[in-house]
């Protein structure tokens, strides 16, 4: 495959151009992701220049071309990582064969399905974040939200694309639903309960981040082993964007933790952060609790079918399939999966093709894990005797074996009683909602940051961190 089209109407390396209808069809989606974007994207700074990285090529350097752009003009394109010859299906019933160009005609509507839900996640995050570019910590952080929210603008048409190429008035339809409904909306939500959840302010943005976009990164990478080989580009390369959304709430959350030991070293307190403009410790961890939580419940039931059918199909893989030394069917081997049973919380080995949703999510909880093994290291060079921790698995969960059960975050089954003493010292309160809406100031002189978070280790694309990454001197009509 050749080099990208960048200066076509609708970027991509998929070679558009050679294919009139589906060209067409996309070209008439494109105003209505324009309406959508213009009323659910970005509230306000429409008219904004802002500094942007745009997906230019694949190529595993200089991919990307950072620049000025005003968010409805951003380029946003259809590019899938170039295939690997004679790339073989990893797994499943189908294991050696060769990858599929084209959609198996017995497993269309589960794949459908696949991409649909994964499609849905992403102008669903974008609903979800609208309204904070009001009350940005900083411009750099400004610029953050809107790269993040441009390139889950981007995952929308890298799925839309998949479903009018290969699903034909199915996935047309498909594609016109996913600019219907709205996150939070009681009539049309987004499919996924995250998804429907707000994101008031900007510590839930970072805490969105880091949890519920990781939970992309894993159905992204499970996704990226499909035999369906499309499918397979297309996310090996959104992968690649994911990265820095990923980035951005780490750090994000670290800077906080950061901010709030700094506040409490200088003042000497470790209970009144909050009077000195800081979000204290257990408010965290309550955020903590919350959006891991719903984020858990993403990756599905324990023991699922679904998740047995799609990998048999050869649709959906494990995380890093190929670097797994077993023997990719999974058809006599077991896996140990914490269930609850007659009110304990047990470890059982069950078989390992339906308990495919929780092997996953165990690959989730280390890589969280990683995060908060990180922020704590900040606590620690503090000299701050706290530890921030991820609550047990099955704490405040609305789906699976747990879903019915009520959990403490050290893994105890409670009374209802119990729960509801209990619940305001684990998840945030109205009242923690308060005060961290009373901390959502706008802070946009290039180069200061709000009272509640210290400032990055650096700047973007090279650049210092005073950089005026988003132009908000000349005023929007
Ligand atoms: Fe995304
Ligand atoms: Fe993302």
Redesign the pocket.
């Known amino acids: 495959m050749a080099g990208a089209d960048y200066l076509e109407r609708i970027p991509n390396n998929v070679n558009l151009r050679d294919d009139r209808r589906l060209l067409r069809a996309l070209e008439e989606w494109q105003p209505r992701f324009l309406d959508w974007w213009k009323e659910m994207g970005p509230d306000g700074f429409q008219a904004t220049e802002v500094y942007l990285r745009t997906a230019i090529s694949v190529d595993r350097d200089g991919w990307a071309q950072f620049g000025y752009v005003k968010m409805p003009d951003y380029r946003w394109g259809i590019f899938l990582a170039e295939p690997e010859p004679d790339r073989r299906i990893a797994f499943g019933d189908h294991l050696g064969k060769s990858a599929w160009p084209e959609v198996p005609g017995e497993y269309r509507g589960v794949l459908r399905r696949l991409i649909v839900t994964q499609g849905d996640?992403?102008p669903a995050?974008v609903e979800q974040q609208r309204h904070l570019g009001r009350t940005c910590p900083s411009i750099y952080d400004l610029r953050n939200l809107f790269q993040v929210n441009v390139?889950?603008g981007r995952?929308l048409w890298a799925m839309v694309y998949l479903l009018h190429a290969y699903f034909g008035r199915d996935g047309r339809e498909e594609a016109e639903a996913l600019l219907q409904r709205r996150s939070g909306d009681r009539d049309k939500p987004r499919i996924l309960g995250a998804f429907n959840e707000q994101t008031p302010d900007w510590l839930s943005f970072f805490m969105f981040c880091f949890f519920t976009?990781r939970d992309?990164k894993y159905q992204?990478a499970s996704l990226q082993e499909s035999g369906f080989d499309p499918l397979s580009r297309t996310c090996r390369f959104?992968l690649t964007?994911?990265a820095h959304?990923m980035f951005v709430g780490e750090v994000g959350v670290a800077r906080i933790v950061q901010k709030s030991c700094e506040l409490m070293r200088d003042h000497r307190t470790d209970d009144d952060v909050r009077r000195h403009g800081g979000i204290d410790l257990p408010t965290l961890q309550r955020y903590i609790n919350f959006h891991y939580s719903v984020s858990l419940d993403l990756f599905g039931s324990e023991v699922s079918t679904n998740a047995a059918n799609a990998f048999t199909m050869g649709l959906k893989g494990r995380f890093e399939e190929t670097k797994k030394d077993d023997d990719h069917r999974l058809a006599d081997s077991t896996y140990p999966v914490t269930t609850l049973e007659a009110d304990r919380v047990v470890s059982r080995d069950l078989p390992a093709l339906t308990a495919l949703n929780e092997r996953l999510r165990d690959d989730y909880i280390a890589d969280c894990q990683r995060g908060v093994d990180r922020w704590n290291r900040i606590i620690d060079e503090h000299g701050i005797d706290l530890e921030l921790r991820l609550p047990h698995r099955g704490f405040h969960r609305a789906i699976g074996s747990f879903g019915e059960a009520k959990i403490s975050p050290d893994g105890r089954v409670i009374t209802q009683a119990e729960w509801d003493a209990r619940r305001d010292e684990w998840l945030p309160t109205p009242e923690d909602a308060q005060f961290v809406a009373t901390l959502m100031r706008p802070v946009v002189e290039p180069g200061r940051f709000a009272g509640w978070i210290a400032p990055p280790p650096r700047g973007i694309n090279g650049l210092s961190l005073d950089h005026e990454y988003v132009r908000l001197t000349r005023k929007e009509g």
């Open positions: 996640t992403e995050s390139e889950e995952h976009d992309g992204l959104m964007e994911e959304h």
